[in-house]
């Protein structure tokens, strides 16, 4: 299958002046149009959304959304970790740093009111509660945020799996589901053939699939049965994971909100453990009984 490079090179000539302006534009910065819809991208370059959808067809594309994927593809095979660093360091002022990360998170977060609705947070909290076992799959960087939702829903005493395996690994987890389990897949940045396989097993079960993402994941997006997706910023800087982790922490806090008295109470249980075996007051395990030192230890 041709590139979209490709496809432009060989045909360029064919286009008229506005349209090689047009795909000229998008083809050097390509990852300010992965993300957007296309009365956003049609207003970032200044033209009616039907020049776009002429300008798709004129490639061989049925549409806008064909082109964009074409996009997402160029900028799977061609933006690395290594360039996202170079260019985030290039723009990071050595005297400002912690301000600049901070303001940046804060635009993020802001951003994400945009996409993330309330409603959709009260029903992803609502399919957790109802599921038998809650499955939530995450690999690479996305771990750090299966582990906080792990913790923080197992405290509930809610059934909790955490699917951090890759390749054939993933299967002796997933074999598992049913359909009476819900699927979390966390998935930014790069798309994962992993977490595909995932959705197509719970598919296959009729497990419901709860997915956090950007929307760059479209072909995971198609098989979710809910969607919460965020930017975390330009998708060729670096990042961290300040938004998916406000939206999990939403969830956790509406998971909470809607747990009965008693079910609440399993965190005065794990108090309660902790005490009766001289853990309490101890956040690194240490026991009670063991005079700690002058330093601390």
Do not use: W
């Amino acid at each position: 299958m041709l590139t979209i490079r490709k496809r432009v090179q060989e045909r360029f000539a064919e286009l008229s002046p506005v349209q090689k302006r047009l795909v000229q534009k998008m083809l050097s910065g390509y990852e300010d149009f992965v993300f957007l819809a296309i009365n956003e991208a049609a207003a970032s370059l200044n033209v009616h959304k039907s020049t776009l959808v002429r300008l798709a067809q004129s490639r061989g594309y049925e549409g806008y959304g064909e082109l964009r994927e074409q996009l997402q593809l160029l900028f799977r095979q061609e933006v690395t970790p290594a360039n996202k660093l170079v260019r985030t360091l290039a723009d990071i002022d050595e005297e400002t740093l912690y301000e600049q990360v901070i303001e940046t998170e804060i635009q993020y977060l802001k951003e994400s009111l945009k996409t993330i609705r309330t409603k959709d947070i009260h029903r992803a909290a609502k399919m957790l509660l109802g599921a038998e076992r809650i499955f939530i799959c995450g690999t690479g960087p996305q771990r750090a945020l299966v582990s906080l939702l792990e913790f923080r829903l197992r405290r509930f005493q809610l059934d909790v799996v955490a699917v951090t395996q890759e390749g054939r690994g993933i299967f002796e987890i997933l074999q598992l589901l049913d359909g009476d389990d819900v699927l979390v897949i966390i998935n930014f940045g790069t798309f994962q053939r992993d977490h595909l396989n995932a959705a197509s097993i719970a598919q296959e079960v009729g497990c419901p699939i709860i997915l956090i993402t950007e929307t760059l994941a479209k072909e995971l997006a198609e098989r979710a049965t809910l969607t919460l997706a965020a930017r975390r910023g330009p998708p060729t800087i670096y990042h961290s994971n300040i938004v998916p982790m406000a939206v999990a922490s939403a969830i956790v806090l509406d998971v909470a909100r809607m747990l009965s008295p008693a079910q609440l109470a399993s965190l005065e249980r794990i108090h309660e453990l902790r005490r009766r075996f001289g853990y309490a007051g101890e956040p690194n395990g240490q026991r009670d009984t063991e005079p700690a030192d002058m330093n601390g230890h």
